[in-house]
């Protein structure tokens, strides 16, 4: 007899990180029975300064980049607002320019972005990672190339550069987005109190930035020693290497396709087989 997915997760407490789509991370759980508390730790805002990156949009528009690595879907759409808000008859130039170059995506994000623009992806990465974006690119000729590098906050990505600049290539990175503080510190040593108390079965982290964040909240060894006594889920391989970083494991991961609803499958098999 199937198990009624309304009552999967009955009798959990999970806690999310999201931000973005809090609310649609929540209703998956919600709905499989979960109590969810929302723990919003980071804030996604426009770069502070838009003159880089208009700049930067300009040089794309004027046939400045032969390739552009996307490592955000997100990256795309805070670009596209920036252009469409502070230069809007740039927008045809620019989409013009990118329909042109060669695209390499990180993740399902950009590639959906692309694909509402009528667009696609030259090369996605496999793994979604800046390890597996390298092993796309290892083996073609990059020398002589100019790449733009869409980042992933403000991150500069340093094994990324310093592999395109060893190819021979120019290196022309952009930052149309940045992580700001979301939730209080005392929000923070809320969620690691009650962690360290049993009082939740599983958090889920979504991104590197919310990892960063409770990591700046407390001191380290107690970060850890709270995450320890819950089940931790990671959303994809970047989330699970940011956790690995600080002497975290991630308990749970979906094998692929690293979004809200896999993430949420994951964690009903991982916790709803023993509710």
Same mark, same amino acid.
């Given at each position: ?109 950009? &590639? =959906? @972005?692309? /694909?509402?623009?009528?667009?696609? #992806?030259?090369? *996605? +990465?496999?793994?979604? !990672?800046?390890?597996?974006? %390298? ?76 990892? &960063? =964040? @409770?990591? /700046?909240?407390?001191?380290?060894? #107690?970060?850890? *020693? +709270?995450?320890?006594? !819950?089940?931790?889920?990671? %959303? ?40």
């Amino acid at each position: 007899m199937g198990v009624n997915l309304s009552e999967a997760l009955a009798g959990r407490v999970i806690a999310i990180a999201e931000t973005r789509e809090l609310d649609l991370l929540a209703g998956l759980l919600e709905r499989r029975g979960a109590r969810v508390l929302r723990y919003p730790l980071v804030q996604i805002i426009d770069a502070p300064d838009p003159v880089p990156v208009l700049a930067w949009s300009r040089r794309l528009a004027a046939g400045g980049c032969d390739d552009l690595i996307l490592l955000t879907g997100e990256g795309l759409q805070r670009l596209l607002a920036c252009i469409q808000r502070h230069e809007p008859p740039l927008s045809g130039a620019f989409l013009a320019a990118l329909g042109r170059l060669r695209k390499i995506t990180r993740g399902p994000k950009p &590639e =959906r @972005v692309l /694909r509402s623009l009528g667009l696609h #992806a030259d090369l *996605a +990465a496999d793994p979604p !990672t800046t390890a597996g974006v %390298i092993e796309a690119l290892r083996g073609i000729d990059l020398a002589g190339r100019r790449v733009g590098v869409q980042l992933y906050g403000t991150d500069p990505n340093a094994p990324l550069s310093r592999f395109l600049q060893g190819a021979g290539a120019t290196v022309l990175p952009v930052a149309p987005y940045a992580y700001a503080e979301g939730a209080s510190d005392t929000a923070v040593h809320d969620l690691l109190t009650r962690l360290a108390g049993g009082q939740i079965d599983a958090l889920a982290f979504t991104s590197k930035a919310q990892v &960063e =964040r @409770v990591f /700046r909240a407390a001191e380290p060894a #107690a970060v850890r *020693a +709270a995450l320890a006594a !819950t089940h931790i889920a990671a %959303i994809g391989p970047v989330v699970a290497a940011a956790l690995a970083a600080h002497g975290v494991t991630a308990d749970t991961m979906p094998a692929q396709a690293w979004f809200m609803k896999p993430l949420t499958a994951a964690l009903l098999e991982a916790l709803g087989a023993s509710s």
